[in-house]
């Protein structure tokens, strides 16, 4: 049997970290037990602790990033018809704007953290989103484009003449403060891992990341940006990536070969890579760890065990196999003949889960999280059959 694996730990902040805010220190922490997956769960709670005065240049600097947030998210709006805008900008949760959905012959809607916000009873017509694809750029091969110098997103629906007949525009931030309850892990030097449903604050958080990687440590980092989304759109990268350098991937397909380019052509001390999605791009990533260099990734998926069952990114977490236990081994061990191992080293020292913009559940040994779910999935077998 494998040795128990550390408990994951579940970060839990207290305070919604609206952008431009960053998160002050300390904080006060608070232990509670709870049980999550296989494992019993330690939760650590992060409070918002005695309120330290911030310098004075602290202070300037966060104004200074309010008002370009303030810019950045007009650029976004300048998409929408007036009356639209309008009614946006007079949303008490307009800081907090998560995405507006513009769909041919449908009312468009805002997407507050709170829900939807019907934004008029006027169905989009061709022209308003005419009017609103002129203003991005180009789309590339997965129908997203940008808004350049900034981080939003403006994703497409076609029709199957490739007319776009639907819009998704999601609000882009760099949000200072974001990756703080990381520190430790992107400290110390380990590979890690990001997943986490669509819209949980991936993006976001390996942003933050990348920053604290170049500008807090030192490192040569370089990102490896698929649809611009880590950097923004356009050539010069967003400020929210500090001096960590960026490679844009011509399209999709490109991306593992991207991944190489950056190690064997730019010296990095650290890799960051959005949305790791194919086999292709999991042997990359795999490579690139065994060369030593710091990887910190994202994927899809909403706990460890997805990726053990995802044949393409299973390579991620060490890849999956079956063995065959002799009769005397099995009885041992007290399972089926037939088990699953882990085939090798995990690509990934950590890896955490984003439960929520708020909390995270971390792994503080990939590996002996993935060996413990393996061996508890061969128990539950042995129990059915
Ligand atoms: N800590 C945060 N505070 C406020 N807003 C946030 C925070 N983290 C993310 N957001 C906002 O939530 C939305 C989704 O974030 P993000 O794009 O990072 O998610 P994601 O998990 O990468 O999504 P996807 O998987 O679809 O690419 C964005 O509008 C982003 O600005």
Redesign the pocket.
């Known amino acids: 049997m494998p040795p128990p694996p550390p408990p994951p730990v579940h970060l839990r902040l207290r305070v919604?970290?609206?952008?431009p805010h960053p998160l002050p220190l300390p904080y006060s922490r608070r232990f509670s037990s709870a049980t999550s997956g296989l494992a019993t769960a330690r939760h650590l709670s992060l409070r918002r602790g005695s309120r330290r005065r911030a310098p004075v240049c602290a202070a300037r600097s966060e104004a200074a990033g309010a008002e370009g947030f303030d810019e950045e998210l007009g650029r976004l709006l300048e998409l929408l018809p007036g009356e639209l805008r309008q009614r946006v900008e007079d949303h008490p949760e307009l800081p907090?704007l998560?995405?507006v959905v513009m769909d041919l012959g449908r009312p468009p809607l805002a997407r507050f953290p709170s829900g939807d916000f019907l934004l008029s009873h006027r169905p989009i017509s061709f022209d308003d989103l005419r009017q609103a694809t002129a203003k991005v750029g180009d789309f590339g091969g997965d129908n997203r484009a940008g808004i350049s110098r900034t981080l939003h997103?403006i994703s497409a629906i076609r029709n199957r003449q490739g007319d776009i007949v639907g819009l998704t525009c999601?609000?882009?931030?760099a949000?200072p403060g974001?990756a703080n309850l990381l520190q430790d892990l992107v400290k110390d030097g380990g590979s890690l891992l990001l997943i986490?449903?669509?819209?949980?604050?991936?993006?976001?958080?390996i942003r933050e990341i990348a920053r604290m990687l170049a500008d807090d440590y030192d490192k040569r980092v370089m990102i490896v940006d698929t649809s611009n989304?880590i950097g923004g759109d356009g050539d010069i990268p967003h400020p929210g990536i500090g001096n960590a350098r960026r490679l844009q991937v011509p399209n999709q397909e490109m991306q593992h070969k991207v991944l190489i380019e950056a190690v064997e052509n730019h010296m990095p001390q650290a890799i960051v890579i959005?949305?790791i999605g194919t086999k292709l791009e999991a042997m990359a990533a795999s490579t690139i760890a065994q060369r030593g260099i710091q990887l910190v990734a994202?994927a899809?998926g909403v706990t460890i065990e997805n990726l053990t069952m995802n044949p393409s990114l299973d390579m991620l977490v060490g890849g999956i196999q079956s063995v065959t236990l002799g009769d005397e081994e099995a009885s041992r061990r007290r399972v089926q003949k037939t088990v699953l191992e882990r085939k090798g080293p995990s690509t990934f020292a950590y890896a955490v889960e984003?439960v929520s913009?708020t909390e995270l559940r971390v792994h503080r040994s990939l590996e002996a999280t993935v060996d413990a779910l393996l061996a508890v999935e061969c128990l539950m077998l042995k129990f059915v059959s």
Request: aromatic letters at 0%; charged letters at 30%; glycine letters at 12%.
């Open positions: 919604s970290i609206t952008p907090a998560v995405e997103r999601r609000v882009g931030r949000v974001s986490g449903p669509p819209g949980v604050g991936k993006t976001t958080v989304e959005d949305e994202s899809h984003i913009k």
